[in-house]
């Protein structure tokens, strides 16, 4: 099975093995881990680690992130897409058994609207190619520029939660919602 989605700018597929230095450029960077827990990984490895487990979501739950490369320079530049969170380990909140839209990308890459960009096409794909009921999203209540995009998307703010010792913002937006906005 193949994933191929194109925007204006970015095309988003499959993340590979081949993506092990991207990966590793991206969550070793501890600007990019400031709202995950600030804890960048410090190894290839621990990348190829990472794409392992990206890799057995596509085969176990159809869905996962998908590499984001900026078809101008071909660069991988982060990640963005949905996934799909079960049991009891990937509960968030009280939410459990829910699909997530979520994204990550290089500090150099930031303020440049890649984060909303692939989100829009992301939401469009979940909605329509999916056929999910709702899809969420969170946020770090202190990550102002990812509350942003999550609001620019259309999705809507429930409830806040802590997590970690950390207050958490959720995020919702229902397929009919999102039918209203885009037609």
């Known amino acids: 099975m193949k994933f191929h989605l194109e925007t204006k700018r970015l095309i988003l597929r499959y993340i590979t093995p081949l993506d092990v230095n991207g990966m590793f450029e991206l969550d070793s960077n501890a600007h990019v881990h400031k709202?995950?827990?600030n804890n960048p990984i410090t190894t290839k490895a621990q990348a190829r680690d990472n794409i392992t487990f990206i890799n057995r979501q596509y085969k176990e739950r159809g869905i996962a992130r998908f590499a984001a490369i900026e078809k101008s320079s071909g660069q991988f530049i982060g990640w963005s897409g949905l996934k799909y969170n079960t049991g009891d380990k990937e509960t968030?909140?009280?939410k459990r058994d829910f699909y997530d839209i979520g994204y990550r990308f290089i500090p150099e890459f930031w303020g440049k609207g890649y984060a909303t960009e692939s989100s829009i096409a992301i939401l469009n794909y979940g909605f329509n190619n999916l056929n999910l009921p709702t899809i969420y999203g969170a946020a770090e209540i202190e990550n102002i520029?990812?509350?942003?995009?999550?609001k620019k998307i259309g999705l809507n703010h429930t409830e806040q939660f802590e997590?970690?010792?950390?207050?958490?913002?959720?995020?919702?937006?229902?397929?009919?919602?999102?039918?209203?906005?885009?037609?």
């Open 145 to 150: 520029a990812s509350n942003a995009v999550l």
């Open 163 to 183: 997590l970690e010792g950390k207050l958490i913002n959720w995020y919702k937006l229902n397929k009919e919602d999102y039918a209203k906005t885009v037609s």
């Open 35 to 37: 709202y995950l827990g």
């Open 92 to 94: 968030i909140g009280t």
